[in-house]
């Protein structure tokens, strides 16, 4: 079961630790009826705390016309937890 409590900033690894500007990271999404979209783009900005990527392909195709984000600035749990519907962001290592 999934706990709801908020992580303190200090329970994660640095994220300068976990990416660099520039890296490639990938996050999958999945749908109200269960069907997983894969995102993939690069990271723009890091702080302590967020880290700001730029999402150019989905589902393998390059800025699609059905892609409905582009920027995104994820906060630390959502980076190393995923959320309801996101899993976690991971360097994309093709």
Not at 18 to 41: I, Q, S
């Amino acid at each position: 079961m999934k706990s709801n409590k908020k992580r303190n900033v200090d329970d994660y690894p640095s994220l300068y630790d976990a990416f660099n500007l520039g890296d490639r990271v990938k996050r999958t999404y999945t749908d109200e009826k269960g069907n997983p979209l894969e995102y993939r783009g690069v990271v723009l900005a890091i702080d302590n705390e967020r880290m700001e990527i730029y999402w150019d392909t989905k589902d393998g195709k390059y800025r699609p016309g059905d892609m409905n984000i582009a920027f995104t600035t994820c906060p630390l749990n959502e980076i190393f937890n995923g959320d309801e519907h996101y899993t976690p962001i991971k360097k994309d290592e093709y």
